[in-house]
């Protein structure tokens, strides 16, 4: 092989490799954008909690309607007692599919009034948008039904 | 020579730069043998259009793993007699093997009674078939009286 072929060979090897994105490194679930949520949730912060969703995001609560937009996010999670209730996350499953990460998992809350915390399961997508993976929809449900005594829109 | 050299190497850069396959469409058609058979009451039938490792998370129930388990789970919450069910597509999303629906459903009770809610499913295509591998859902509002709620 001479000099020129060798070049040629170089350029189209270099060209192969840097010609299509999908042949990048995998990028690693946003770990750190699901702390975020965890830690605004569990210090109260719901302006914080609001913008760690897409403009175009859901919020589906069990045995509620779906909640779309920040405003109405901020409001909801205010309903939850954020700050007061503790939410851990455990048992997660992540998936990376085209330009979202689908993410399932179960959680605890924690209520200070009552001594068992509730377990449930979640299911969430979420979506980069301006350099930040934020949610894009939110789901999931307690593994039993709230205590009767209790408003139904208590956490769990 | 010259040829031998070029065309591998033409190969090689075609291959890796071709555009991302157009995705497939939404498989509705196995979406739509869900209703049949859930409204059939045919929980063998149901357990059939899921993976052999899927997951269903039922409100106000711990999750159900495998498909032996989705089958008893459809024949205990879906007995002759139970409601039927309408349910809407909103929003579906194929990447390769894996597909992502968002819908509504109505639950049309015997006694004209109608409740309705909210799911999210994440498909799998497996030896050639797509099938449903996560699935959660949950009312828009409590069932009266009752912590019942039926599959979507």
């Keep these: 092989m001479n000099r020129t072929h060798l070049a040629s060979w170089a350029i189209l090897v270099a060209l192969a490799a840097a010609g299509c994105e999908r042949a990048g490194t995998p990028e690693a679930f946003p770990q750190a954008a699901a702390d975020g949520w965890l830690a605004a949730f569990n210090s109260g912060d719901t302006t914080g909690l609001a913008l760690m969703y897409s403009d175009d995001a859901e919020v589906l609560p069990p045995d509620e309607p779906i909640v779309s937009g920040h405003a109405a996010i901020e409001e909801f999670w205010k309903s939850y007692d954020p700050g007061q209730v503790r939410i851990a996350v455990s048992e997660v499953e992540t998936r990376r599919l085209g330009d979202y990460w689908f993410r399932e998992g179960t959680y605890s809350a924690i209520i200070p009034e009552e001594g068992e915390p509730r377990i449930g399961k979640f299911i969430e997508l979420w979506v980069k948008s301006g350099g930040a993976w934020l949610l894009y929809r939110h789901m999931w449900s307690p593994n039993a039904p709230p205590p009767a005594e209790l408003p139904a829109s208590a956490p769990g | ?152």
């Design chain 2, 1 to 152: 020579m010259r040829m031998r050299m070029i065309l591998p190497a033409s190969a090689l850069t075609l291959t890796a730069c071709l555009p991302a396959p157009v995705p497939e469409a939404f498989p509705q058609d196995v979406a739509d043998a869900w209703v049949e058979r859930y409204e059939l009451h045919d929980a063998a039938g149901l357990a059939a259009l899921y993976t052999e490792d899927a997951q269903v998370l039922p409100p106000d129930a711990e999750i159900v793993s495998g498909r032996a388990a989705i089958q008893e789970f459809h024949a205990r919450t879906n007995p002759p007699g139970s409601a039927g069910i309408e349910i809407a597509t909103v929003e579906t999303l194929v990447f390769g093997d894996y597909a992502y629906r968002q819908g509504s459903f109505r639950l049309k009770g015997p006694g004209g009674a109608v409740s309705g809610g909210k799911f999210i499913e994440l498909w799998k295509k497996s030896d050639g078939k797509w099938r449903i591998h996560r699935e959660i859902w949950s009312a828009n509002a409590p069932a009266p009286g009752s912590g019942d709620d039926e599959p979507a």
